[in-house]
T-cell receptor
Framework: DAGITQSPRHKVTETGTPVTLRCHQT?????MYWYRQDPGHGLRLIHY???????DKGEVSDGYSVSRSKTEDFLLTLESATSSQTSVYFC??????????????FGSGTRLTVV | GNSVTQMEGPVTLSEEAFLTINCTYT??????LFWYVQYPGEGLQLLLK?????DKGSNKGFEATYRKETTSFHLEKGSVQVSDSAVYFC?????????????FGGGTRLMVKP
């Protein structure tokens, strides 16, 4: 979707190194999310943001941190990458809370491999 | 808490066959329900949604009806095509409980053979 881009699309990194993934949106949506997708687990929420500087943890937040200093950018940082963090990471955005009937728009994903 | 359970795949069908992918949910409040589709190498796309009981969501020949009495939101299509081959995810958001996020099922892979 042209309104949301993730970078990089692919990355290989070494165990123990910090890694930052970027999600950029041009839709001015309030809500932004980071999920990871793994075989057998579907999509699991890592962190989300409900406004600039407002973030909260998801179900698999250990080892990850996020920052949102402006509406359009939501950064996910792996503080010290481990092999268990090898995954496909998806960013999503939503104009209003999904509980009000809105869905997400997803980015194309970042495939991260930790060796 | 909230949870979504989907039938395990892969589901393999011949072209023009009837499709059903089962989805049941557990929610403490009154959820909105969604189906997403993921084509190979891409992100998820919203396929259809329903926000209240007995609502039917539909798109591209796919349908799903929000059944509160059976806590289900099964996806159906009358005649599948090879181009429907993808992974399908059922999801919910509960406006009374953590309404800021979607909870996803594990996904069901559909393979349609010519």
């Amino acid at each position: 979707d042209a309104g949301i881009t993730q970078s990089p699309r692919h990355k290989v990194t070494e165990t123990g190194t910090p890694v930052t993934l970027r999600c950029h949106q041009t839709e001015n949506h309030r809500y932004m999310y980071w999920y990871r997708q793994d075989p057998g687990h579907g999509l699991r929420l890592i962190h989300y943001s409900y406004g600039v500087k407002d973030t909260d943890k998801g179900e698999v937040s250990d080892g990850y941190s996020v920052s949102r200093s402006k509406t359009e950018d939501f950064l996910l940082t792996l503080e010290s990458a481990t092999s268990s963090q090898t995954s496909v990471y998806f960013c999503a955005i939503s104009e209003i809370a999904p509980g009000q009937g809105a869905g997400y728009t997803f980015g194309s994903g970042t495939r991260l491999t930790v060796v | 808490g909230n949870s979504v359970t989907q039938m395990e795949g892969p589901v393999t069908l011949s072209e023009e066959a009837f499709l059903t992918i089962n989805c049941t949910y557990t929610a403490t409040g009154y959820p909105s329900l969604f189906w997403y589709v993921q084509y190979p190498g891409e992100g998820l796309q919203l396929l259809l949604k329903a926000t209240k009981a007995d609502d039917k969501g539909s798109n591209k020949g796919f349908e799903a009806t929000y059944r509160k009495e059976t806590t289900s939101f099964h996806l159906e299509k009358g005649s599948v095509q090879v181009s429907d081959s993808a992974v399908y995810f059922c999801a919910l958001s509960d406006r009374n409980n953590a309404g800021n996020m979607l909870t996803f099922g594990g996904g069901t892979r559909l393979m349609v053979k010519p």
